[in-house]
Every structure is written in C-alpha cells, then in structure tokens.
C-alpha cells in the first residue's frame, strides 16, 4: 500500500526520468527508444523499481544490463533535477516491463 509521499515521488521520479531518456537517446542508448512506464519505490523511499519499454531492441536483458550498469550516471542526472524536491536521489533498479 502506498501512501500520499510515495506516490507523488514515483510520478517525480517517472516524469524526469522520461525527460533525462529523451535527452539522452542518442548519447547513451544508441538510438533506442526507452519509456518508464511505471515507478515503485520502496516504503523509506531508498530504492525506486523502475519499469521501462524498450523500443527497437532485440535483446531485452541485455539492454536493460547496459542501463543497470550506467545507473550511476541517471541517477546523477536525477539528482540535479530533483534536488530541491528530495533529500536524497534514491537507487535505482531497472526492469523490463
């Protein structure tokens, strides 16, 4: 059951995440098309699951390893985006929705 706090953070978090993959289809993900479609975060809002659709990509897990391992980087652009609206920028884990 999520609270009031939590789901305003999702939509936060699903909303620039968007604008950081739009911006960033063609530097960082060669071109592919990303979407979050969906954003869960944990109850002490520290990890945030984060659903996204692939578009045209033949190996999914492969892709979704390759986003996993710049998590680093999102997660930075993140957190300039929503520093004045969180604390702390939680961690992010990617899956295929």
Known sequence: MSTTRQNKIERLI???LGDIFQKGTSTLFKGKMVTVT???ISS???V???YVSLFPVDDKKEFIDYI???EGQIRYDLGKKVRHQLRKVPELHFFVD
């Open 38 to 40: 969906q954003v869960r």
């Open 48 to 50: 945030a699951r984060v």
């Open 14 to 16: 699903q909303r620039d």
């Open 44 to 46: 002490d809002l520290s």
């Open 68 to 70: 996993n391992g710049i």
